[in-house]
């Protein structure tokens, strides 16, 4: 399976503080992206990473990609009690016409 | 928001009954995919339909089924329930059928007694 494997489970921060997850994955990509969850709703795409491409940003978040580990990070700097929610990693198939989500990060942020 | 929408929004069937579940999607947006998301689990890919065409399959029974409409709205369609099928169903549009950014809907939440 190519499905994403998200590291940690759970994160519980306080306030002001970053979180960082990780995400490993098992194929090669052409992209991958992040999305957030809360509880239990639709999921909410929060930024997209290309193969070719080692950073990105956008806001408080960073995102690296380091395809020779197969692998990507979520960095959320300054969080807030809002950034509760869990979050996904998704990778597509070569295809390109579908998206492998991992079983994702729990994030809690401590008011 | 993201525009897409999805109805019921919580649903209790039976073990061997059938259920619809509808999505209408983000105007302008060709493509339709539909997830399973268990309790705990990231969300499972169903199928994608592109142009009413279903477009890509994962590994799902077939009867799982779906429909897109020339308006590209869409249905999910499954038969004899099983009681492995209760989560959270979740249809998601984009612009194309290549890699791009999904917009999900709130889905559908499906319980089977």
């Known amino acids: 399976s190519q499905q994403g494997e998200e590291d940690p489970q759970a994160l519980s921060i306080q306030e002001g503080e970053n979180a960082t997850m990780n995400c490993s994955y098992k194929?090669?990509?052409?992209?991958l992206q992040w999305y957030r969850q809360n509880s239990g709703r639709g999921l909410v795409h929060l930024i997209l990473i290309r193969s070719n491409e080692r950073e990105k940003h956008s806001g408080r978040l960073r995102v690296t990609l380091d395809t020779s580990k197969k692998s990507s990070s979520l960095l959320i700097t300054a969080s807030r009690a809002a950034d509760t929610a869990s979050y996904f990693c998704?990778?597509?198939?070569?295809?390109?016409?579908?998206?492998?989500f991992g079983t994702g990060t729990s994030l809690t942020v401590i008011p | 928001e993201t525009g897409v929408t999805q109805s019921p929004t919580h649903l209790i069937k039976t073990r061997g009954q059938q259920v619809t579940l509808r999505c209408s999607s983000q105007s302008g947006h060709n493509t339709v995919s539909w997830y399973q998301q268990a309790l705990g689990q990231g969300p499972q890919f169903i199928f994608q339909?592109?142009?009413?065409?279903?477009?890509g399959r994962g590994n799902f029974p077939p009867r799982f089924s779906g429909l897109q409409f020339p308006n590209y709205s869409s249905e999910l369609n499954v038969n004899a329930l099983e009681l492995d099928d209760s989560a959270l169903y979740l249809c998601?549009?984009?612009?194309?059928?290549?890699?791009?950014?999904?917009?999900f809907g709130p889905g559908t939440r499906l319980l089977v007694l």
């Open positions: 194929t090669s990509i052409n992209n």
């Open positions: 998601a549009s984009s612009l194309f059928s290549g890699v791009e950014t999904q917009y």
């Open positions: 339909y592109y142009r009413e065409e279903e477009n």
């Open positions: 998704a990778t597509d198939a070569p295809t390109g016409n579908q998206f492998y």
